[in-house]
């Protein structure tokens, strides 16, 4: 499994793109990598794209640990894309678990949608170096 970080500095859009094979460590490395790049940004809106997973197996155990951890900016809207619906359901599993510290935390199906929620008309990401 790789993730990589990129950045829209036109629109603050920053993303995070899992792809193949997401287990609980994998996030949990992921995580961690995100919160010391997002130490030294400006706010800027999230996104987690899963759109390239293959294989979807963080526990239910995790998602609830993680969601009642308070996000690190607490503004700052966060889309998650996940088109397959073991990643929809973990996705907003973890939503309505942490709906009291994250209601800026959004759940699609799709880029385009995540685009238009965001009011983003045609983002040109470019990759970060991560820690």
Not at 43 to 63: G, K, M, Q
Not at 64 to 69: M, S
């Amino acid at each position: 499994m790789a993730v990589s970080f990129e950045l829209d500095e036109a629109d603050h859009v920053f993303r995070m793109t899992f792809n193949g094979e997401l287990t609980d460590d994998v996030m949990l490395d992921a995580r961690a990598r995100f919160l010391k790049l997002k130490q030294a940004m400006p706010a800027y809106t999230n996104i987690v794209d899963l759109s390239a997973v293959t294989r979807y197996e963080v526990s239910s155990r995790l998602i609830g640990a993680l969601a009642g951890i308070p996000p690190a900016q607490l503004h700052e809207p966060i889309v998650v894309v996940a088109p397959s619906d073991v990643a929809y359901g973990a996705s907003r599993m973890f939503q309505i678990m942490s709906e009291q510290v994250r209601q800026g935390l959004h759940v699609v199906r799709t880029m385009e949608e995540a685009c238009e929620l965001l009011g983003v008309k045609s983002p040109k990401f470019l990759p970060i170096s991560s820690p």
